[in-house]
């Protein structure tokens, strides 16, 4: 795919949804940090709806940690991993209060020590929280990256580090949440709506869905 047709593609994705966000309900970079550990494997929609209740007790490493796993456990126990999640979220809000004042720290490096947190979990709080221009790749990302021919890579890693070298850094920023709300509402694994698909003349798909 040449960079003309990119640019093309991230000004429609733009063009319909201007001020694109996570669809992760928070109002700091920790409650971010507790629904994006929350959130693997996992629907957003659930975890907000674990979030809302949670939050409203508990909304810093203080207050959750002093929950206790029994606490923690009673507002997420509905959300798959659940268990390993509530571990691994005190333990991080313990890493939090002993290394970094209760704050959540704003490299990828510091991020990638807490427990629970990995690569895309680091790029999406990077992203999101502290505005910088990373591309956290999931499942929806890595198969419109492949499907499209915008940005094609053997695993996840090789598809972020392509996307960042080819998306126009104009689009940079957001690119990260155009192409996961794309993948999750038209550009669907099993049965893309290509008819309804804003990209679709620029799409580089062979079997399109029309």
Known sequence: MNSIKRHEIFACLKSANPHPTTELEYHSPFEL?????LSAQATD???N??????????NTPEKVLALGEAGLTGFIQRIGLYKTKAKNILATCQLLMQQHHSEVPRTREL???????????ANVILNTAFGEPTIAVDTHIFRIANRTGLAPGRNVL?????????????FLQDAHHWLILHGRYVCKARKPECSACKINHLCEFKNKNI
């Open 45 to 47: 929609k659930s975890v």
């Open 49 to 58: 709806l674990a979030t809302r209740n949670l939050f409203l007790q508990a």
């Open 111 to 121: 991020l990638e020590q807490l427990p629970g947190v990995g690569r895309k979990t």
């Open 33 to 37: 940090l507790i629904a994006v550990i």
């Open 158 to 170: 090789e598809v972020e580090l392509k996307l960042l070298k080819v998306v126009p850094k104009v």
